[in-house]
């Protein structure tokens, strides 16, 4: 079982940057795929990027290529969001997930870290 714990969030102007993290724990990583997702107010959750921990391959959802880029620290077990040029659509709760080689969908989430846009 993998833990999440995500941290970085906060309230920032349009146009800023911020840069969140996720902890992970409880077992290795090799296979896996980190994503980040987020959820506002009224909204489902939205995929927003995600890594693939061996080869470091990443995919972005449209609204944030350009402006965010996913990572991971393999000796540190960390995925890493820059986001840039934020815009006050992006405020949400953002949430970091795993999904390991045998699942078909993110099955592990940490408990989220709350980013607000000020326009």
């Known amino acids: 079982q993998v833990q999440l714990v995500e941290s970085g969030g906060g309230l920032v102007q349009a146009g800023g940057s911020l840069r969140l993290s996720c902890g992970v724990s409880g077992r290795a990583l090799s296979s896996y795929t980190m994503g980040w997702f987020r959820q506002a107010p009224g909204k489902e959750r939205e995929f927003v990027a995600m890594?693939?921990?061996?080869?470091?391959?990443?995919q972005y959802s449209g609204s944030v290529k350009g402006r965010f880029a996913v990572s991971r620290d393999k000796a540190n077990n960390r995925v890493s969001l820059q986001m840039n040029t934020l815009k006050a659509e992006d405020t949400a709760l953002y949430f970091c997930g795993a999904r390991s080689p045998w699942d078909s969908g993110f099955k592990n989430w940490g408990p989220g870290t709350q980013v607000t846009v000020s326009s």
């Open positions: 890594i693939d921990w061996n080869s470091g391959s990443t």
